[in-house]
């Protein structure tokens, strides 16, 4: 069982920046391959980001690649997303997620691969 409590979430204006944070709980974190998903009102959920156990591998979708950067500590058990030059259509809930992969290269990018979600955490630009 994992359990993930997303921090870091607020207000910032167009073109700022936010770092996103998520500790895991559990004894095994780096068998896990991590995931950012955000979902905005009206919409289904989106990856945005993932990272393969060892944090060797990641993968990022289009409309965030150069501007946000996911990166993990595994001796602290837990996962960032670093995000700068925020765009308004980057508001949404930011949801961190895991899915057990030890020993694999494959970064996950459906929901349905991972089994652990934290609570989520709002992000709102403004414009």
């Known amino acids: 069982q994992v359990q993930l409590v997303e921090s870091g979430g607020g207000l910032v204006q167009a073109g700022g920046s936010l770092r996103l944070s998520c500790a895991a709980s559990?004894?095994?974190?780096?068998?896990?391959?991590m995931g950012w998903f955000r979902q905005a009102p009206g919409k289904e959920r989106e990856f945005v980001a993932g990272?393969?156990?060892?944090?060797?591998?990641?993968y990022y979708v289009d409309s965030v690649k150069g501007r946000f950067t996911i990166s993990r500590d595994n001796a602290k058990n837990t996962v960032y997303l670093q995000m700068n030059s925020l765009k308004p259509e980057d508001t949404a809930v930011y949801y961190c997620?895991?899915?057990?992969?030890?020993?694999?290269?494959?970064?996950?990018?459906?929901?349905?691969?991972?089994?652990?979600w934290g609570q989520g955490t709002q992000v709102t630009v403004s414009s």
């Open positions: 997620a895991a899915g057990y992969r030890s020993g694999s290269y494959y970064v996950p990018r459906l929901p349905n691969e991972y089994s652990y």
């Open positions: 990272i393969m156990g060892s944090g060797g591998r990641a």
């Open positions: 559990g004894r095994t974190f780096s068998s896990y391959a």
